[in-house]
């Protein structure tokens, strides 16, 4: 006890003398605490959220090939890479700028002058920066496993340069950036992203696994599909584990401070991912006769996607039911794309689109403030299925107009040979593995 009593007085005279010294130059307040509290907070959920993209690059490198394993840690890294840039330089100003209902039109170059004094609350323009632009290479990068395999690195560099700069910044001004979807008379939550992030790059990878066309050999001549097993079912499994982990820096960084908050919505984020693991496992063992290692996987991922919207607006409870069905509905998604001629290597469009819409709309029967089962009427239901309708469109016409013209102009997809042989060699020169595993790279 006599311990902790000199503690409290060696620290009290510290900050006294600290405050005293000229080179404070501001006063010690509650206030000010907090807002240096709130802004280290944020830019700690940003490094989680960076983070992230190791996650997203080892579950597409480990459902995939060994001879493209390189090629996708490129592109993993050129979504980073460029979407900072892109996002800085144009997506930002898009998103948060001063504009109209529709999208910003100030504030090029993260120019601080456009943009509205207190729009941040206590964050300041970079560390605000810092955490959207984590947000904005997670929708680009979403799209990269739908498209593996078969793609040309220079037109996945444009696409996703143009989506991070302009697509997703403009789903994002409609409702973070107080638009037309914030302005509804109820206005649609999603407080974290299940659509506005996801769902974007979700329909992107649709769009992209469409007019690309399915890989070589997936499909026999009736149209059945075949599997193509991923080369490191470990890789895939790991790269889940740490987008768990980063998805506690995507929902309780949402809340944008250092507040109570924070640990509740860790604790949904956390029910959810954990039963849609549970759940999906269970429906492909029932479904299959065997528990599948990577369907669990993704069971994961959707039951986090799917609570992304919500996460701060349901019970424990209704973490548990969104995560459970998102779990479910995984599987059934995955399995339906595939019958239908849709190549997803890594099921991006089940676990980002499919689970990211139902989520969204889950809302609005579980907000314990405004969702239907807890007396809250219609409107807020409506408004979720308004946003769901309004992104989907958007994001699909728009996405896929962009691989349409990159397909007419300097083109989509790589060659048969160098599709047969692997993309690393023929995009970048060199392998991803040396010799002792080339036998993986076969198929």
Not at 124 to 134: E, G, I, R, Y
Not at 141 to 162: D, H, L, P, Q
Not at 184 to 204: C, K, N, Q, R
Not at 312 to 332: C, E, K, P, T
Request: proline share 4%; charged share 10%; with cysteine.
């Amino acid at each position: 006890m006599r311990r902790r009593v000199l503690s409290v007085a060696a620290t009290t005279a510290l900050l006294t003398l600290v405050s005293a010294s000229p080179a404070w130059a501001q006063e010690i307040t509650a206030e000010s605490v907090q807002a240096t509290l709130d802004n280290i907070w944020i830019v700690t959920a940003a490094i989680l959220v960076i983070l992230m993209q190791a996650g997203f690059a080892l579950v597409e490198a480990g459902l995939t090939r060994a001879k493209n394993v390189a090629n996708i840690m490129m592109k993993n890294l050129m979504d980073f890479s460029a979407g900072v840039l892109a996002f800085g330089a144009i997506g930002f100003a898009i998103a948060f700028g001063a504009g109209n209902a529709f999208f910003g039109t100030n504030g090029w170059f993260l120019d601080p002058g456009h943009f509205t004094e207190g729009t941040f609350g206590n964050l300041s323009l970079a560390t605000f920066f810092l955490f959207q632009v984590a947000f904005a290479a997670t929708a680009a990068t979403i799209v990269s496993g739908a498209m593996a395999e078969r793609t040309r690195f220079k037109s996945y560099f444009v696409y996703s340069f143009v989506i991070t700069a302009i697509i997703y910044p403009v789903v994002v001004h409609w409702l973070w950036g107080g638009g037309w979807l914030a302005q509804l008379s109820t206005p649609m939550i999603d407080f974290a992203g299940s659509t506005i992030v996801h769902g974007v790059g979700g329909w992107a990878a649709l769009m992209g696994a469409l007019v690309l066309g399915p890989r070589i050999g997936k499909y026999d001549a009736d149209g059945k599909p075949r599997a193509i097993p991923g080369h490191s079912i470990p890789f895939a499994i790991v790269g889940v584990f740490i987008l768990f982990i980063g998805w506690f820096g995507f929902n309780p960084g949402s809340q944008l401070a250092a507040d109570a908050a924070v640990p509740r919505i860790a604790v949904t984020t956390l029910i959810a991912g954990a039963a849609g693991g549970v759940l999906a496992t269970i429906t492909i063992w029932l479904k299959t006769g065997v528990p599948d290692v990577a369907m669990a996987g993704n069971g994961v991922l959707g039951g986090l996607v799917g609570i992304t919207a919500g996460t701060a607006n349901v019970s424990n409870w209704g973490a548990l039911v969104i995560g459970a069905l998102a779990g479910i509905i995984v599987v059934y998604s995955v399995i339906f794309f595939d019958r239908r001629g849709i190549d997803d290597p890594v099921g991006a469009v089940s676990v980002h689109g499919v689970c990211g819409a139902f989520g969204t709309l889950m809302v609005g029967l579980l907000a314990t403030d405004t969702g239907l089962f807890y007396g809250g009427g219609w409107a807020q239901l409506g408004s979720q299925i308004i946003g769901v309708v309004a992104v989907f469109v958007f994001v699909t016409v728009t996405s896929g107009a962009l691989f349409y013209a990159i397909k007419a102009t300097i083109g989509l997809r790589v060659p048969p040979e160098e599709e047969i042989e692997g993309l690393d060699v023929a995009e970048h020169g060199s392998p991803g593995y040396g010799p002792d595993v080339s036998a993986l790279s076969a198929g």
